[in-house]
T-cell receptor, first 112, second 111 residues
Framework: GENVEQHPSTLSVQEGDSAVIKCTYS??????FPWYKQELGKRPQLIID?????GEKKDQRIAVTLNKTAKHFSLHITETQPEDSAVYFC???????????FGTGTRLQVFP | KAGVTQTPRYLIKTRGQQVTLSCSPI?????VSWYQQTPGQGLQFLFE???????NKGNFPGRFSGRQFSNSRSEMNVSTLELGDSALYLC??????????FGPGTRLTVT
């Protein structure tokens, strides 16, 4: 079935360090992989995404990598700041649908 | 462009009642998807609509239903509410197979 596993569930880092969150998807028909950041009491906000025809994408301090063969994709945040503290969700979308399957979320805490 | 809006933002209902939630997508977006968010289950897909047609449905009982209107606005309905239906209900709009933008959600509390 369709499933997205996400690890770790919690992650604590010191300000300035890097953070990496990893996801694995099961449906090989998935072709779009967004990452959302959700702050407490707010809606999920898209921070970066990647399509299956690309292996890596970067936007300032945030990067996402995709390994289609292994069905893995990862979020990398460099030079973390306290305002990066939030819950991060990965997701996979099946081709020709708008059905997002979400990972279980990672609570990131960045300590000053 | 205005973002995705959802009404109402908060609802308190009692078991057995029914509820209707509304979602207005970003102008020009014809796809609307609904998700349930709970602390225990995370973000779970409910259903998605495109051009007034339900294209996919998640693993929720038949008490959960929805529809989409010709202006792309969407509603979801939950009948015979149970305590376990307490959650944040999020809708998201997009152009097909593209970035989904979430609304602020409707927080439903069932007592």
């Amino acid at each position: 079935g369709e499933n997205v596993e996400q690890h770790p569930s919690t992650l604590s880092v010191q300000e300035g360090d890097s953070a990496v969150i990893k996801c694995t998807y099961s449906d090989s028909a998935s072709n779009y992989f967004p990452w959302y950041k959700q702050e407490l009491g707010k809606r999920p906000q898209l921070i970066i995404d990647i399509r299956s025809n690309v292996g890596e994408k970067k936007d300032q301090r945030i990067a996402v990598t995709l390994n289609k063969t292994a069905k893995h994709f990862s979020l990398h945040i460099t030079e973390t700041q306290p305002e990066d503290s939030a819950v991060y969700f990965c997701a996979a979308l099946k081709a020709d649908t708008d059905k997002l399957i979400f990972g279980t979320g990672t609570r990131l805490q960045v300590f000053p | 462009k205005a973002g995705v809006t959802q009404t109402p933002r908060y609802l308190i209902k009692t078991r057995g009642q029914q509820v209707t939630l509304s979602c207005s997508p970003i102008s020009g977006h014809r796809s609307v998807s609904w998700y349930q968010q709970t602390p225990g289950q995370g973000l779970q897909f409910l259903f998605e609509y495109f051009s007034e047609t339900q294209r996919n449905k998640g693993n929720f009982p038949g008490r959960f239903s929805g529809r989409q209107f010709s202006n792309s606005r969407s509603e979801m309905n939950v009948s015979t509410l149970e305590l376990g239906d307490s959650a944040l209900y999020l809708c998201a709009s997009s152009t097909p197979a593209s970035e989904q933008y979430f609304g602020p959600g409707t927080r439903l509390t069932v007592t």
